[in-house]
């Protein structure tokens, strides 16, 4: 079976309260009905997991918790370049991740083996709580509308 070429990824702990905010967003969309040419994908927190999602599709979106200091549940949109630019004390996916999704983009760039989609959009909610709990903050939860609604955004505008 061919893989979709636009991929939805949601990354995160779902252990960690609000860092896995990626996951449930991710849980959302698969109870939707979404275009054929769309797939989902839970990464957890396996780095390795989320290359071999975007592997060979054309256009990506990856959904993560970050903690850059804005209000919680604060949505962040940026590119993998805006990402790649910034330095890494601007810009931190949460930490509890077993990989660091910004290195392993940086890796997947100078290597080969994976081939990744020029078009990735990386979607950030700001966390309020990473303790350990299986229920979100409210203000995490709250925007998880407003979230989806920006990824059928990005559907729509895929010009596959």
């Known amino acids: 079976m061919n893989k979709p070429p ?16 990626g996951v449930h967003i991710i849980n959302r969309l698969k109870e939707m009905d979404l275009p054929d040419y769309v797939g989902i994908y839970d990464c957890g ?9 975007l592997d060979g599709c054309k256009k990506g979106i990856i959904i993560d918790a ?9 949505i962040y949109r940026f590119t993998v370049d805006d990402i790649l630019q910034m ?7 949460v930490s509890l991740h077993q990989f660091d999704l910004i290195s392993t983009l940086k890796v997947a ?3 080969d083996v994976y081939h ?7 979607i950030g909610i700001e966390g309020k709580s990473f303790d350990f709990s ?9 925007v998880i509308p407003n979230v989806i609604r920006i990824v059928m955004e990005e559907i ?5």
């Open 156 to 160: 729509k505008s895929f010009k596959g």
């Open 87 to 93: 330095e890494d004390n601007l810009f931190k996916l």
């Open 109 to 111: 760039q100078i290597t």
């Open 66 to 74: 970050v903690s850059m200091g804005g209000p919680p549940g604060k």
């Open 45 to 53: 927190t396996n780095g390795i997991a989320v290359l071999e999602a």
């Open 116 to 122: 990744l989609p020029k078009d990735i959009v990386i």
């Open 134 to 142: 299986l229920e979100l903050t409210d203000e995490v939860a709250n």
């Open 6 to 21: 636009f991929i939805i990824v949601g990354v995160g702990n779902i252990l960690c309260s609000d860092e896995g905010i």
